[in-house]
Structure formats: structure tokens, C-alpha cells
């Protein structure tokens, strides 16, 4: 790695940290979630955290108001836009220079990117911890492949399937990888009321509920889950799908609604703050991803309000959703499959409290705050420890 030896002095068992989280999306989603979630649990453990994004999003307003130290004066935008790309190099070398941060975490392209590039003359240099949230493919072009290995000294990945994917594209070694789940948080959900929900969507008290939490993107799969309601619909008249999220794909979900005259049965809620309202209301979860996922961290939140999962087996999933024991596995992409697996739960109560039960129990013992905040304190201890040797 670049530079190791240039890093600040440390104390890495001991001394309290000040960290600097900084990821490029505006909007609210898991990995947002994922990045105040981790940084509010170290912050726990006695370290300052930082947490920067672009200027008025999502992540940055949710972390002034957790009390978090934000700074929000960049833009991170997409696409080659190298005016936009110099200013924030500039701005964040004027900071890095002011503020004297311990190790530097990363989210997405963006920002590790202009973070490489404004610490790339420092001395000492701050060491670079990146998050993969995703198993979305990775150009193995040369840029790429000077970025992870020279200007990123560790890698921490959402589920171990993600560490399979950059070991095989030998962008990192086994040992700069470290896989720590992304958890939910149980105040959160911890006496969720959903007093109202069924009525504000049209939704009678018999109907059985089956809830999608996900942002409407295209490798989340929600026109497959369409498909397989229209599948049911005879068989299950009562059966009704809530879809919880905003994105690009609610055009093309509408048609497939429209056009199998799914009105009704079928309903867009939007982008909810209320979301443990929603489950609180429901009796099944579903995510029918087709790529990109890591691990399903909605599926976790499910799972604490007892709820059975109905899942694609793609990237981590199945970390989540043990196939048979907390929920139903089915191949990505195919309807039939997500029907057959829906019809199972759908037609057995007792069933849906026997995995709803196992997932709460397993959430409580294998996906903990704790656990995260601990483990990644470690990786940033490692990683300090690592640079004075």
C-alpha cells in the first residue's frame, strides 16, 4: 500500500479516533442508512465521526439532527464533470489540511475518488477505508486498479460474497477485505403502532399483506413481484402488495399494474418515513432483487417485526434469508418462482409465525448494533496499527 509509513502517529489500542465518513448519494437508501448507522455506533464507543455528503442530503441532514459533526460543502456528482471534481478536491484538501483526521471511510466512486486524490500529496497521509455496499461489477480498467490498489489500504464489505467478487478481479488481497453485516436498529421498530395503515391504503383487516421495502430500481425486481401477484391473484383474492420506495422504475411498475389490471391490489406507496408502521401492518416480506444486492438489510427490519421473508437468491441474500428456516429462496428473475414461494406463506399462518419467529431470533443473536459498531472499530484499529508497523 502507498505510503504506510507516513500515516499519523497513532496509539490503535487505546487513543480515541476521529473518523471521517463520506458518501455521494442524496437520497436515502441502505447505504445511507448503513453509513449513519455504523458512524452513530463507533461515535458510541467514544470517537468523533464526521459524516460528509453533498450539500443538503438526506444523510447529512439525519446526521446533524443524530447530533454528529457533518460537513456538506460539496457537490459529488455523477459523470465526468471535472470543474465539479476539482472543487471538491480542492475543498476537502483545505479541510483535511484544518481538521486532523485520524482515517478517512468511503462509500461510493465519487467520493473515494476525490478523497484519493485530495489526500494523494499529503504527508503524513491519511489512511483509506472503502465500503463496498453492492456486487455491481467493477471496471478492471487501469484507473480502477491503481485506485484500490495503491490509494485504498482496506476494504469493508456488507457480506462475504462481495469479498469473493474483488479477490477474483484481484483488485485486493483476502487480508485488506473484512466483511461486517449491515444491522437494523431495534428502537426503531420497538412498538411500531400500525393503527390506520390498512385504512390509509385501502386494505381490509382480512386482507393478507405483503410488504416491499426498496428503493424502485430496476436490479430490485419489482416488476417480477407485479408479475407474480397477477400469478396469485385468482388463488389468493385477498392477498394485497405494498410497495414502499421511490425511483426511476415507477413508470414501468405502474404499466405492469395497469395492465394486469392490478389497481388496488397493487400499491406505490412512496418514499415512507413510517416504514415500521408499515411491516407492523403486514404479514410477509418480499425483496426480488436481480443484481447488485449484498445482503437485504430490509429484510432484517422485517424479520424484527416477525415477519417471513420471500427472497431472490442474488449476491449476499441469502445471508439474510435462511432458505427453509426464516423464509423462502427463489431464483432471481422468474415470477413463477416468487409465486410459488409467496403461496406457501400466503396459505399457511402457522408457517409465516415459524419463520417470522426464527428471523426475529436470529437477527438478535447474528445482526446486532454492538456488533457492527465493534467490528468496525476493529478494521479502523487494524488499519492504524497496520501503518506504524
Not at 202 to 210: K, W
Not at 234 to 261: K, N
Request: positive net charge; contains cysteine; charged residues 25%.
Amino acid at each position: 500500500m502507498l505510503g504506510a509509513a507516513w500515516f499519523f502517529e497513532f496509539d490503535s489500542t487505546s487513543e480515541k479516533m476521529k473518523i471521517f465518513q463520506i458518501n455521494m448519494h442524496r437520497a436515502w437508501g441502505g447505504q445511507p442508512n448503513r453509513v449513519l448507522t455504523e458512524s452513530l455506533e463507533v461515535a458510541k464507543r467514544g470517537h468523533e465521526v464526521w459524516i460528509a455528503g453533498p450539500r443538503d442530503c438526506e444523510l447529512v441532514q439525519r446526521a446533524r439532527r443524530a447530533g454528529l459533526p457533518v460537513f456538506d460543502d460539496l457537490r459529488l456528482r455523477r459523470g465526468l464533470r471535472p470543474r465539479s471534481f476539482l472543487r471538491d478536491i480542492a475543498t476537502l484538501r483545505r479541510l483535511f489540511a484544518r481538521e486532523r483526521f485520524d482515517l478517512i471511510h468511503t462509500h461510493g466512486s465519487q467520493d473515494t475518488w476525490v478523497c484519493a486524490l485530495a489526500t494523494r500529496k499529503m504527508r503524513p497521509r491519511i489512511p483509506i477505508v472503502r465500503s463496498r455496499h453492492n456486487t455491481f461489477a467493477i471496471s478492471g480498467n487501469l484507473f480502477n486498479r491503481w485506485l484500490y490498489r495503491h490509494c485504498i489500504d482496506h476494504v469493508v464489505t456488507i457480506s462475504p460474497q462481495v469479498n469473493d467478487y474483488l479477490v477474483s478481479k484481484n483488485l485486493m488481497s483476502p487480508g485488506q477485505i473484512t466483511a461486517i453485516y449491515s444491522v437494523p436498529d431495534p428502537e426503531r421498530f420497538a412498538g411500531a403502532d400500525p393503527t390506520g395503515a390498512r385504512e390509509e391504503f385501502g386494505f381490509g383487516p382480512d386482507d393478507e399483506v405483503v410488504v416491499s421495502a426498496a428503493r424502485l430500481a430496476p436490479e430490485k425486481g419489482h416488476v417480477h413481484l407485479v408479475e407474480a401477484a397477477a400469478i396469485l391473484r385468482e388463488e389468493f383474492p385477498h392477498a394485497r402488495y405494498l410497495f414502499a420506495g421511490t425511483g426511476r422504475s415507477r413508470p414501468e411498475i405502474e404499466a405492469r399494474i395497469a395492465r394486469h389490471g392490478l389497481e388496488g391490489v397493487v400499491v406505490l406507496a412512496g418514499f415512507r418515513h413510517d416504514v415500521p408502521r408499515l411491516l407492523a401492518m403486514s404479514d410477509i416480506f418480499c425483496l426480488s432483487p436481480v443484481g447488485g444486492e449484498s445482503l437485504g438489510t430490509a429484510i432484517l427490519e422485517g424479520f424484527l417485526m416477525k415477519l417471513p421473508a420471500v427472497a431472490t437468491d442474488v449476491g449476499g441474500v441469502c445471508e439474510s434469508v435462511r432458505d427453509g428456516e426464516t423464509g423462502f429462496l427463489v431464483p432471481p428473475g422468474d415470477p413463477e418462482a416468487l409465486a410459488n414461494g409467496l403461496r406457501n406463506l400466503l396459505a399457511d399462518p402457522d408457517l409465516r409465525k415459524r419463520f417470522g419467529d426464527a428471523g426475529h431470533r436470529m437477527v438478535h443473536r447474528e445482526f446486532t448494533l454492538e456488533q457492527l459498531g465493534e467490528r468496525t472499530e476493529k478494521v479502523y484499529r487494524d488499519v492504524l496499527a497496520w501503518g506504524k508497523t
